[in-house]
């Protein structure tokens, strides 16, 4: 009986709910985090209370380029040095 096993990120967004947005990071410290660095083959953004979205990082990617491209970017995390690409959860449904 064959298994494929395979790297999965998981991600808990706290504000997604109340932004409508999912931040992902692509850099932290000035050195490229997160999408920028992954090998993981897919990742899973749980919203708490609500959904948990799987999607594939080749389309996460292009999704994010897209939306970084278009200036919807934020800081975040520990001291506001990570910088994250806001992405709105319809576009992860529905795009």
Known sequence: FPVTIFAVEV????????????????????????????SARHWVFVIPNKIALFVETTRLKEIARRFYQEG?????????????VLIPITELIHG
Request: charged share 30%; hydrophobic share 30%.
């Open 11 to 38: 991600k808990t967004d706290f504000l997604a709910d109340k932004t409508g947005n999912i931040a992902v990071e692509y850099e932290s410290w000035g050195k490229p985090s997160g999408i920028a660095t992954t």
């Open 72 to 84: 919807r970017v934020t800081l975040g995390g520990d001291l506001d040095k990570s910088k994250m």
